[in-house]
């Protein structure tokens, strides 16, 4: 994928559904009496791996362009699949489904490709053996294939070492079938989608501060879901708006849930100018029109408990610092290592091409604003999240950027490049 500066964006655009939200709707609906009905599904690789993962083991969902239905068979209802589930890339499908799984009566085998394999698994073996489960990494190495084997759990009260959505909504989803309340407390409050969502589905669910807390259901029931925009794919518009002089878009129907909005926290402390329009709530989750103009940016500091609340949009904050006035400081942010590459090491790399002053730190980056920033060849190394900041970043950029395997981008947003060039004068 080759991309230049071609003028100022202008227009209006709706960004793919929420991943976070459109996994955790089929695997609820799945787990519910009745059918599930969910508009504006991300039809993205990782959230067609979780369909296909609760079609095998016997749930009936149909995939048509204009919405999902699963048909439910209750929180008993699943059956073994005949071979091992593939997640495919999608850590969310791996880490929440374990929960699920550990809770059954019938052996699994969990697999994915080859960044999957390389990714953390322990952060989730260790609360689920707490609560009885038989789970193990097929390699003795703490990563996938994971072989799980379905048990009778017992409620614990986890204090996790991270502040993880998945890791959190791991734990409360093996709660639905544990022998009392289960709770996990967050070091900081991590995305409560989970939450919202299992309450909207029925469950006793509860948070108060950085815990949460829910009780065996007896039972789930269908719901109409409604997934609002992915904020994180927003950020690429939001950004290039940002960044190329002239550029006013409006995003319509972005979900800005306060634990995922910190890029629009870190927007107004760099001097972005964003107008929130239209505020509402669609099935229990916050959203809004987003207007963004181009603006000046300033360098800021991100630290702290505004991490776990835009983790996934770090990568592109880190091409809004690059040419934003002075310095900015990213910290407590060592997760970005863990995804589905190394996202410090990576972002530090490909900016440096195109000429930014970047230091990556253990935890973080420091970049050191006001560069132009110049065309290059960007290694995406198949990181969904990279490919699309580079091409932000190529808009801003003089001269030609190459993207290399910038195909991958349909792991979260299938028609991205598409969208990207509607807004091109």
């Known amino acids: 994928m080759k991309l230049t500066y071609s003028g100022p964006l202008r ?17 609820f609906g799945a787990l519910a009496n009745g059918t599930t009905e969910i508009t504006h599904f991300l039809q993205g690789a990782d959230c067609l791996s979780t369909i296909d993962c ?13 919405r999902i239905l699963i048909h439910g068979k209750g929180l008993r209802g699943l059956s073994a699949p005949s071979s091992a589930l593939d997640v495919g890339n999608s850590g969310t499908t791996l880490r929440l489904i374990s929960g699920i799984l550990s809770g059954q009566d019938f052996k699994v085998l969990l697999d994915g490709d080859a960044s999957i394999r390389r990714r953390p698994m322990k952060r989730i073996m260790t609360p689920l053996s707490m609560m009885g489960a038989k789970i193990g990494s097929l390699k003795g190495n703490g990563c996938a294939p994971l072989h799980i084997k379905g048990q009778t759990l ?33 070091p900081a409050l991590s995305r409560n ?39 994180s794919s927003a950020a690429y518009f939001i950004a290039a708006a940002l960044l190329i002089p002239g550029s006013e878009v409006l995003i319509r129907n972005v979900g800005v849930n306060p634990t995922r909005d910190g890029i629009l926290r870190v927007c107004q402390a760099m001097g972005a100018d964003i107008t929130r329009l239209n505020e509402r709530s669609d099935s229990g989750e916050p959203t809004a029109d987003l207007l963004v103009r181009h603006s000046s940016l300033k360098g800021t500091v991100i630290e702290g408990d505004l991490i776990p609340t835009l983790i996934d949009e770090l990568p592109v904050i880190a091409v809004m610092a690059a040419l934003a006035k002075g310095t900015t400081v990213i910290r407590d942010a060592a997760e970005l290592k863990v995804k589905e590459s190394d996202r410090i090491q990576v972002m530090t790399e490909n900016l440096t091409r195109m000429g930014a002053r970047v230091e990556a730190t253990e935890d973080g980056m420091i970049i050191h604003g006001g560069s132009s920033l110049q065309g290059a060849i ?10 699309m900041s580079f091409a932000v970043a190529a808009l801003a950029a003089e001269g030609e ?22 807004l091109q004068s």
Do not use: W
């Open 378 to 387: 960007i290694d995406s190394h198949q990181d969904h999240r990279v490919a």
């Open 154 to 186: 017992h409620a614990i009260h986890y204090q996790s070492p991270v502040a993880s959505a998945q890791v959190k909504s791991c734990v409360l989803l093996a709660g639905l079938y544990a022998d009392g309340t289960t709770r996990v407390t967050e």
């Open 54 to 66: 609760f079609r095998r083991m016997g749930i009936d969902i149909e995939n048509t362009p204009s």
């Open 11 to 27: 227009g209006e655009i709706s960004v793919p559904g929420d991943k976070s939200i459109s996994h955790r709707a089929v695997m």
């Open 193 to 231: 989608h989970t939450e919202l969502m299992l309450h909207f589905f029925g469950a006793q669910v509860h948070s108060e501060g950085t815990t949460a807390s829910i009780q065996p259901s007896p039972a789930l029931e269908g719901r109409f879901i409604q997934v609002p925009g992915d904020i």
């Open 401 to 422: 950027t190459e993207i290399r395997d910038a195909e991958c981008v349909s792991i979260s947003y299938p028609g991205f490049y598409q969208d990207l060039a509607s």
